[in-house]
Nanobody
């Protein structure tokens, strides 16, 4: 049973920073591509960042230059460092992976950017 558990969300002022964590279990973590997605109320879920098993990264244009995705395979954890946060970053953030052709999602962590 694959499990992904996000943490690190909270309330932050515009321009502030947060670091999200996604801890995985029930899988061979080091071989998997991991994504961060987010969903704001009334909007579709969107891909924010992804990191491959080899450490290659990709970002949505809206967060490029502000967010950094990284992984620590020894801890089965993927991080999303979020800098210079904007109100439009407010959303529930989810981590995602595909394991044996099945989609796996975490429960999500709320990020609210407000003054």
């Amino acid at each position: 049973q694959v499990q992904l558990v996000e943490s690190g969300g909270g309330l932050v002022q515009p321009g502030g920073s947060l670091r999200l964590s996604c801890v995985a279990s029930g899988m061979i973590f080091s071989t998997k591509d991991i994504h961060w997605h987010r969903q704001a109320p009334g909007k579709q879920r969107e891909l924010v960042a992804q990191i491959t098993s080899g450490g290659r990264t990709n970002y949505a244009d809206s967060v490029k230059g502000r967010f950094i995705i990284s992984r620590d395979n020894a801890k089965n954890t993927v991080y999303l460092q979020m800098n210079n946060l904007k109100p439009e970053d407010t959303a529930v953030y989810f981590c995602y992976t595909n394991y044996y052709s099945r989609d796996s999602w975490g429960q999500g962590t709320q990020v609210t950017v407000s003054s």
